[in-house]
């Protein structure tokens, strides 16, 4: 009777953690996904916590080339989990950077460039 008891108890904390892992995938994708489902931004689907990651290791730069003849100029790519929206058309990047600069909220620098020596401000930097 004994060795019934404790192989149906670990039974049901295996169960107990299969069931909370469902249940945390499906919540992850569920605050995930539609994000981008509603701007309707074309895009692969991210995997999660890599993103697109895999396709940059895949096709190298030209991962950009490729998802841009895919789904168009403007499409999203997941760095990790950090969602871009990258514009691949010229005319469209004049008038979102140039044009329409102070209208787009949430523009970010990425960390390599905002820390490098030409972003810098200060006396020893200034031309």
């Not at 003849?69 to 005319?91: I, N, S």
Request: aromatic share 10%; hydrophobic share 45%; charged share 15%.
């Amino acid at each position: 009777m004994e060795i019934i008891s404790t192989v149906l108890g670990s039974t049901a904390e295996y169960a107990v953690t299969l069931v909370a892992m469902a249940v945390g995938l499906l919540l992850l994708g569920y605050l995930y996904e539609p994000y981008w489902k509603v701007r309707h931004v074309p895009g692969p689907v991210p995997l999660p916590f890599i993103g697109h990651l895999h396709l940059l290791a895949m096709h190298g730069p030209d991962v950009f080339t490729v998802l841009a003849r895919k789904y168009g100029p403007v499409f999203r790519f997941h760095m990790g989990r950090q969602p871009l929206v990258m514009v691949a058309d010229a005319e469209l990047c004049k008038e979102v950077g140039v044009k329409k600069f102070k209208s787009i909220p949430n523009r970010s620098m990425p960390s390599a460039i905002a820390n490098s020596l030409i972003n810098q401000k200060g006396l020893c930097f200034t031309r």
